[in-house]
């Protein structure tokens, strides 16, 4: 507006010094009548068609700010939550919140909620089939999920071919526990989900450095998980 206003300034001092200037080149050709209806008429088509840039210019601007808050709508849409159904069952799709540069992966806040058809006790998961964690809070437009790497966690696992029982452990490096001895435990089996809470054979990861329990029957592993959880972005929560 300041940059309008200051070209319509620059227009009257113009118009001013145009008359000016006019005044006597009329008279000296003896038509001072006719000059002046003349000079006016041109005038008053300059002033117009600049009155009709300043317009124009007012009318770009408004352009530029709504180009700009449909793209920001645009963007807000593709990252909001998506339901779909999807062999059966009902599948949201959501975004995790950052915590960046704060490392906590024991708990997640995504982008959907209530509103959205999620529930307290849905399992969440990478692309649908690897497992992630459970809903364990819920408000309208955001769910927090409690993931593998919370160090209070514990959830039922099944390993191998064999289907070995045993005990996933969660933490900043998830671990596998109690699992007997006797029974197969070898780095690269694949671990996957057993709890009656989610949807069986959910994969987890794989084991790494096995280990006997110290003071136990048992043997243990560690888990490498079957995504990185530096890069993941979004979730896919499982409804029932």
Excluded: C
Excluded at 59 to 88: C, M, S, W, Y
């Amino acid at each position: 507006m300041r940059r309008n206003f200051l070209l319509l300034l620059v227009i009257v001092v113009f118009g001013a010094g145009f008359f000016v200037v006019s005044g006597p080149f009329v008279s000296a050709r003896g038509a001072a009548s006719a000059g002046l209806s003349e000079t006016l008429h041109e005038s008053g088509s300059f002033f117009d068609r600049l009155f009709e840039r300043v317009k124009s210019s007012e009318d770009f601007e408004v352009l530029i700010r709504e180009n700009e808050q449909l793209k920001a709508e645009l963007l807000f849409l593709r990252k909001e939550p998506v339901t779909h159904d999807e062999n059966g069952g009902t599948r949201i799709s959501a975004k995790i919140y950052s915590t960046y540069p704060f490392n906590h992966r024991g708990l997640l806040a995504v982008n959907a909620g209530a509103r959205d058809g999620v529930q307290i006790g849905m399992p969440v998961t990478v692309e649908g089939t690897i497992f992630l964690g459970q809903v364990t809070e819920v408000y309208p437009r955001i769910s927090v999920i409690r993931t593998l790497f919370d160090a209070d966690w514990q959830v039922p696992i099944k390993i191998g071919d064999d289907h070995t029982n045993g005990l996933l452990v969660g933490g900043r490096e998830p671990m596998v526990t109690l699992v007997a001895r006797e029974l197969p435990l070898e780095p690269g089996m694949e671990i996957y989900a057993a709890s009656r809470d989610f949807p069986y054979g959910l994969k987890i990861g794989e084991a790494t450095h096995i280990r006997d329990s110290a003071g136990t029957n048992f043997k243990e592993a560690n888990i490498r998980p079957a995504f990185d959880a530096g890069v993941i972005t979004d979730v896919v929560i499982l409804a029932r």
